[in-house]
């Protein structure tokens, strides 16, 4: 079965300094991952993914997210953290496996602190 | 190119009545999942249709149902509505044939039972 798991409720960084929202995940077979952002009242916005290959993805508005097989961990990272960066971040995994849902996480809020 | 999109943004019920909700998919996206999310919290799988068959179900009662139509469009049906089904509900399209493509979210109905 496919798991996923977001250690931290609340993150809270301040403006100009980086970020990090933690995922991990578990699967049967060869993860692809995602992580997604949702600002209030809107639904939720694809940032970036990992199917294979580089370990590093970037994806939008600065974000990156490193896939560490070892660990099964998707970190979510930005080097320089906005205001307008704060939101509800969820990790979401699915198996390689066709017919597999998607999981997401319980997601994470970030607040960044001018 | 348009996004997902659903109708309408906002629903009002009373208990037991019946409530229908609408979704369009992308243009070319065969595979349309519903969510419900409750208080701004996790996502909570519902339903997924592919090429017009429902392919997999969350844990909700039956009264929670839904269709897929000829033109990928969907339908989530929730009957004998209760004060706990008010929430937030997401549908998400995707290129169902290829796994490692992302989900799609449109901006939700938010379903308010009185």
């Known amino acids: 079965a496919q798991s996923v798991a977001q250690p931290e409720d609340q993150v809270n960084v301040a403006e100009g300094n980086p970020l990090t929202v933690k995922c991990t995940y578990s699967?049967?077979?060869?993860?692809?991952l995602f992580w997604y952002v949702q600002y209030p009242n809107r639904g939720l916005q694809f940032l970036l993914k990992?199917?294979?290959?580089?370990?590093l993805v970037k994806g939008s508005y600065g974000f990156e997210a490193e896939f560490n097989k070892s660990q099964t961990s998707f970190h979510l990272k930005k080097p320089s953290a906005l205001v307008s960066d704060s939101a509800l971040y969820f990790c979401?995994?699915?198996?390689?496996?066709?017919?597999?849902?998607?999981?997401f996480g319980p997601g994470t809020r970030l607040s960044v602190l001018p | 190119e348009a996004g997902v999109t659903q109708s309408p943004t906002h629903l009002i019920k009373t208990r037991g009545q019946q409530a229908t909700l609408r979704c369009s998919p992308i243009?070319?996206?065969?595979?349309v999942y519903w969510y419900q999310q409750a208080l701004g919290l996790g996502l909570q799988f519902l339903l997924w249709?592919?090429?017009?068959?429902?392919?997999n179900r969350g844990n909700f009662p039956p009264r929670f149902s839904g269709r897929q139509f000829p033109n990928y469009s969907s339908e989530l049906n929730v009957n004998a509505l209760e004060l706990e089904d008010s929430a937030l509900y997401l549908c998400?399209?995707?290129?169902?044939?290829?796994?490692?493509?992302?989900?799609?979210f449109g901006d939700g109905t938010r379903l308010s039972i009185l």
């Open positions: 699967v049967s077979g060869n993860p692809y």
């Open positions: 249709y592919d090429e017009g068959e429902e392919r």
């Open positions: 979401a995994v699915r198996d390689d496996n066709y017919g597999q849902n998607f999981v």
């Open positions: 243009s070319g996206h065969t595979s």
């Open positions: 990992y199917i294979t290959g580089d370990n």
């Open positions: 998400a399209s995707s290129l169902a044939h290829r796994g490692n493509q992302p989900q799609h």
